[in-house]
């Protein structure tokens, strides 16, 4: 039972237009979701994060979208540069003290942003 | 600062050995998690370490364990090794609760079973 689904799992992208990464989750206890970056052979890195209360959050060029009622969000990146490819993991944390911080993960969309 | 730090980086074992992995949070972190991806696969949760206790473990059988030492670090066992558990293992370190903190990943440890 996937509860968090990224459904691309690769998306290729022109250099300087828009990125949009997608996820869709089923647990409605999920009350923080964040977007990590992985390149080969290293650990996931932290993009950006939102609270349920919230539906958008703006980090320089990431912005994340928050649509409760769907159970979706996104991440878009503008504008895209080569070094955005990467696998981007979508993660949701379940509220309740039995869950601390621990994360539930998307299976992951590899972003290629051609030069 | 110090990002989370795992040794070793790869580790090659054969079927029925042990293994150790061990893994550094950044200080100031209580919480420690640990998750296996394997290949091609998305990021599966194994278990969640606090303040020394085990808070909470994944669908894996009891062969995966682990401990939580008094300076944070944590040591993630696998016995009776098996073909399937070939696979990236990552280690995460955060604040404990509900901080709106995300967690911090070190580079995993490749382990890899002949």
């Known amino acids: 039972d996937q509860q968090v689904k990224q459904n691309s799992p690769s998306l290729s992208v022109q250099e300087g237009r828009i990125s949009i990464l997608n996820c869709d989750y089923t647990?409605?206890?999920?009350?923080?979701f964040l977007w990590y970056k992985k390149y080969p052979a290293e650990g996931p890195t932290f993009l950006i994060s939102?609270?349920?209360?919230?539906d958008k959050n703006e980090d320089g060029r990431f912005t994340v979208f928050l649509n409760k009622s769907a159970k979706h969000l996104s991440l878009h990146i503008v504008p895209s540069q080569p070094g955005d490819s990467a696998v981007y993991f979508c993660?949701?944390?379940?509220?309740?003290?039995?869950?601390?911080?621990?994360?539930?993960f998307g299976g992951g969309t590899r972003l290629m942003v051609k030069p | 600062e110090a990002g989370v730090t795992q040794s070793p980086t790869h580790l090659i074992k054969t079927r029925g050995q042990q293994a150790t992995l061990r893994c550094s949070p950044i200080s100031g972190h209580t919480s420690v998690y640990w998750y296996q991806q394997a290949l091609g696969l998305g990021l599966q949760f194994l278990l969640w370490?606090?303040?020394?206790?085990?808070?909470n473990r994944g669908n894996f059988p009891p062969r995966f364990s682990g401990r939580q030492f008094p300076n944070y670090s944590s040591e993630l066992n696998v016995n009776a090794l098996e073909l399937e558990d070939s696979a990236l293992y990552l280690c995460?370190?955060?604040?404990?609760?509900?901080?709106?903190?995300?967690?911090?990943f070190g580079d995993g440890t490749r382990l890899s079973i002949l």
């Open positions: 370490y606090d303040e020394g206790e085990e808070r």
């Open positions: 993660a949701a944390r379940e509220r309740g003290n039995n869950a601390g911080n621990m994360l539930t």
């Open positions: 647990n409605s206890m999920f009350d923080y």
């Open positions: 939102i609270s349920s209360i919230k």
């Open positions: 995460a370190s955060s604040y404990y609760l509900n901080s709106n903190q995300p967690q911090h």
